[in-house]
């Protein structure tokens, strides 16, 4: 169970940047050059990138070495964020021929943890680093590699880019052992905050102790459908089986369990996600219809968009994009719409209807108009969105709303702790993958479900 | 750190290192602890991987005792630095494991979990160990838990090669019947404890315990029972995959029935989860094809589907078009094995959405998709063919689906072309191409169209008359020929390489040989009008058979080593040689030989010689066709000499070059005996015998076969380490010598470099000195560096070979009479 090397890579400056080997589970180590082919010049085809005989859809990848016998370099790891690419080779502890299944490998998990943690590390939540944080977090990585991975041997993964270390004092000690994941005793004022976010996708296209412990309890109103999915944090100390056995893979999911979620740990010091779910649920909170036509030498518009009455109607913010594609730039913009306003991009493919905080009473809003297209300036392209095939995308934040209705009483919370935490719990709805696909046009296939997951 | 066999090449400089590195620590003041650490971590290295962990004792004790008693992160790294030394030399702890439990048990800081795993480690190793030993008492057994004696250096170990249980056929077992009773509560009391671990920690905890209860009969598979749901629920990747692995050791001595229904459950539920990564994805998928279900198993390692994944189950599974390619076709790869395993109706309705998809994928092709999404659309037909109907039941709706594609975008070429697609697509391809209007044969696309009608052309099922007839008409109704474009020109001689090897070629011969003449007379390109010229004459004087011979010859005698017959080869692939980016320091000896692992490097010498007809003969023999050359060895130095086919040799034109490639055991001189069948004009045959090929030892001469970009300091380098090989004196058959002479009338600098211009490594004419590598193959060198004095040039000689010496080199250098290789005529 081993890390044999570990490289990040900027796509950028084409130069691979190489961390660490750990030589005494390479035994003959192996220097290796990775090959990037150039983005300036793709070539149309090149048979070792190209062609059907290997296996590309799985997480690990061959890397040729260069010099004779050609060798490889297998199973590399590999996470692809903005122009990083971070890869880490696991040791095989198996004969190499034939080729042992990945999931046979036990350092393959350990590997992907590994650079799931890196990449949080690195990158940070907003997965897009300033180039000098960046580079000072990677100085930063030997020391850090040297705590979670000594000897190529991983035990934790990095802690999260920009996660402050909380006030910590050193664990008392006692008998009671201290957990590796927290490394000592919280200072300050105790507080659980639990913030539930659901995070809506839809697809529409149509014609229609020592230790504190703390409980959280999820609940569901009455006729709610079951939180699906449900996957813990590791500091979830017991789980009930009922609240597993639910999930999305069964169409005929009748099992009758709808809560209460008890969810029983024992926090670590920093932010963490307790849990996730997904939640199908038979009606978008936006549904919206789009129809777009072509006449003459300009595109008609017609959009609706109706919010459903179990959703509040008081949004942090609602916007709706409507680009086009493969178009020559807009021209002239005819178009009105019944609530907000629309903006033209200034790289004039995308309209943006900024539907702002409220719908109106009648919880419908539209827009209708034409579009002309008038330049001679080519616009973005899409191999997916050509013809009448077209979408429109929404973003959208509601404060103190679940769709599945789930929520979590500040009160059901439970704490034995000799402090007396203050609690908080917030909840909130945010779009995800929201498209309306124009219903005038070919729909590109898709298994159309709504999910929303926390 | 990085490469400690590299500073430390031997065990004995490894441990003189050690050693050194052990007093930089105790020397390190307290206070600098990362310092310490990185020391520790330094010399555990050096000890593992230089090998003398066995010899040297002493730094395990030390360890073992910083672990007792020092700060937390050095008693953490003295963990890991065991840890590491046990998994290296297994069994190193075994009789320590009271003195790790005692410490392990007394540390309450987040430390216990470096202790819990070293300890776990160290235990699971002694009882493997136990595992080899038969009839195991309990005393025995009892005494590793409360072993306290020392290090087991020596004994006992087992081989460094140890596999995880799961890679074995076997897995070893201790006897029946042990009392396992205090076993039993340690290890309830590590399972208790494990949640208090890192995930990662845990699972490699957990796949410690796994392998012990495994090996212990004496100890129930359900003592993990207790931590099975909250492993189940788990978001952490390597908890789940640690629970796969118990699942795979115990089956349905631990997982019942619904166990492992609902576990499968959970995988498909995660291979699609939103919040988790995409790698983590893939890796769900994978697990889900090789799951270890509760049936005997085929150990094939081969991807199946457990019998509960259901269409119904794999609904969420579908591959969309929005997916990113890896998932996609990973998705597409699962679905293909549900649909094929479900009865009929389910499974129709299932190939039939799975080909909409595909349809969907080849229409965003067809769009102008990228590069990426035109390979991985086609891949997805290729998996999709390959599950369902296989490749040569292509259907019509498919075929005109990519021909229509093709006629749009005929960059596609290269993807379609590709040997797994069926005749039936290359036909569709001729004919498409054949229906093009004139009009769309620009240039840039009839170099694609080329290329497919060369594919097509080595089809023997496919009949050519018609690709004959478009080339015809573009080269006639166009001015190709005027323009003379070399490329142009190569690429349809291209295809007419491949049709001369076609079957039925007899239907279309008088075509063939029309257009053949027409650009040996039309196209304004010499080199294209020549190999026009040769293949017409191939064409109209030989037999199919003799024909497809030459060509076969041609194709593997020289395989993409010559550019200039590129007309006659099959285009070489080196031009697509990809981009590579590079900033290591390497160890050019390494890479050097390196290559010689690759079968064949270096072994071969070219000689080139040149066929003529000798100065008087019978004007009857002034055209010679289909010559076939035959090589006879007269020692026993060199390979067998493969024949050389020459297709003809005319008086009035230019004689054709002959490459003769030797092969040596032993790089000697030696002369050839070389006879020659031909065929003349008439059709008669000719058998005659050539005088013999001489072959003296400076003609087995090559430079230092490194590649050719290869930049100075390499080649200084390799010559160096060559050097210091040979001079070291280890190897019996190497010698050293000097030499020197006086220059006469040139200088010593004109000498080298009309003798050894291409085998100079270094030429420091200011300092007077040079250095010379003659490479001999198989793998012999003769170093030569050459030092001018004030009157007289000194030559110091070294040789790998020493049987090489009386072939005087050294003779060579003073007499400067190296010959240059000569081209010698052969007579006919």
Redesign the interface.
Known sequence: ??IRALWVVSQEK???GKL??F??TV???T?C??????QD?????????????RQ????AVELRL????GRTLWPL???TQGALILACLPLV???PE?R?????L?S???G?????GLQDFLCGPGGKPEPDVLASRLAALP?VL?QVC??G?????PPPAGSVPAAVA??P???????????GVHRGRAVVSVALTE?V?SMQYGKSSVLPNVTVTLTLPPNGSPL??????????????S???A?????NDCSAFSGPYKFPFSPPLELF?L??Y?SQVPVPPILGSYQLKAEENHLKANVVLKLHESVKNSFEYCEAHIPFF?QNLMGSVEVKVSSGQLEVSKEKSLLVWVLGQKFPKSREAALEGTVHFSGTVAGP?D??C?GLTAYIKLYFRVADLTLSGCCVDQHSVQVYSSAKPRIVTTRELVS??YYIWNSTGDA????G?V?A?H | ??????LCPSASVGEETALELLSVFSHTPQKSI?LK??VM?AI??VI??TSCLNTHTKTAEDWLDLCGLSQQPIRA?AC??L??ME??SPGLLSQKLEALYLLKQQ????L???YC?LYTLGLKNAIRILTNQKDVTDLEFKSILGGNEGFAWKSNQLELTS??I??LVQVPRLTQGLDCKELKSIMSLLLE?S??????????LL?ELVEVVAMVPGLSRTLFKSQL??L???????????T??MK?TFTDSLFTTVDEN?LL??L???A??????I??K??YM??I??FPENRPISSS?E?SLPVLVTP?????L?P???ND??????R??LLCLVHLEANEGEADKGIGFLF??IM?LLK??D?????E?V??S??AL?IFLMHFSGMEELSEKLIDKLCDMYSRHS?LA??LI?P?WSVKLLRGLQKRIMEMPPLQLTIHNLSWHLKVLKRVAKEGQITQRNTIYLLLNVLINSNLCERGNWQVGNAVLAVYRNLLDHPSIDQVFIELADLLQYISIQYDDTDIKDHARIYYTLLTNLSWEKLTGVLAKRLDGGRAKERSHSAIMAES?EI?K???????V?NWLE?YQ?????PG?GSEVTLRYNLTHAKETDPLFDKVFTICLHFELKDSNYAKVTDIHVPCVFRDRKSPEVKVKLKPFQPYPTSLCVSAMFTMQDGRSWHSRLPDVSVSFPEIFLPLPLPPNSSRECREQVFERIWEATASGNSDKSAISLFCFKPEDKSLADLIKTHFQGYLITDQQSERSWKVLLFLPPKCHILLKITQAEDAAQVSIATDNRELLPFPVSCRVSSALLKEKSTKALNN
């Open positions: 169970m081993s084409g130069e691979p660490g080997i030589p005494e035994l003959h180590a220097s050059r990775m090959h990037t082919h150039g010049r793709p070539k149309p085809y090149v048979e070792v990138r190209d062609d059907y005989a590309h859809r799985s997480p260069d010099g004779p016998g790891l590999t996470v502890e198996a004969p034939p042992p299944p990945l999931p046979s036990a393959v998990s350990q992907l943890a590994l650079l799931s020391s040297l000594p000897l041997r991983p035990l934790d993964t050193p664990s000690g006692g008998a009671q052992k201290q957990p590796a994941w927290k490394a995070k996708r699906q999915d449900i996957l813990v944090h590791p500091c979830v100390t017991s789980l009930d089986a609240i597993l056995t999930c999305s893979v069964d169409e996600r849990c996730s997904t493969n392209t191999p997916l050509t995800s993958e590109p296939v898709s298994s479900a999910t997951s | 750190m990085e490469h400690p066999t590299i990362v650490c990185n971590l555990t290295n593992i991987c790294t890991d630095c840890r590491e998994t290296c540390e309450t800081t987040v216990h979990q470096s795993l596999l995880p799961n890679m404890e949640y208090l671990l890192m995930p990662i920690s845990q699972s490699a796949r749901l909250r189940f629920g788990t978001a952490d990747v390597s908890l789940m995959h640690a796969l692995f795979d609902f459950k959970r498909v539920g995660m699609q989860h939103p919040l988790l990564r790698t983590e893939l890796f994978e697990c094809l090789h390692g991807e119904r189950r794999a609904a969420f579908h969309t078009v929005f390619s890896a998932t996609m076709l990973c597409l790869n909409d998809h969907a965003i092709v769009n102008d998709g990228s590069r999404v390979v991985t086609l891949r290729f960059r290269p993807n590709d797994v692939e697509a990809s981009v590579e980016a590079t900033g290591e390497r890479v390196g290559q010689f692992q690759t490097f």
